[in-house]
């Protein structure tokens, strides 16, 4: 089910109570924008990293990543990453790549 917002004169969205209802969303909760296909997508940032803790299960003995490996996992995500704001960024623009 689709619902309708309008913009304001300073850009600014109401989001409708069912939709942060269903969301969970609060007052001051982040949103990342993107465009996708031409449609505007927006996602909540409402999660913080230890609501994440222990979803996974408990970590077998010994289990665990040395700290070169978690910079090369970062530097890699990061890189990721930057590819993507790139390509969108391009495509929102109607540069090729």
């Not at 909540?44 to 665990?64: E, H, Q």
């Amino acid at each position: 089910m689709g619902f309708i917002a309008t913009m304001s004169s300073k850009g600014q969205l109401t989001i409708p109570k069912d939709v942060r209802d269903e969301l969970k969303l609060a007052t001051g909760t982040q949103l990342y924008i993107s465009v996708r296909d031409g449609e505007l997508v927006a996602r909540p940032k409402n999660r913080n990293i230890a609501d994440l803790a222990g979803i996974l299960g408990t970590p077998t003995v010994g289990a665990g990543a040395a700290i070169e490996d978690l910079d090369e996992a970062i530097g890699e995500a990061l890189a990721e990453d930057d590819k993507r704001i790139v390509r969108e960024w391009n495509d929102l623009h109607g540069k090729k790549t």
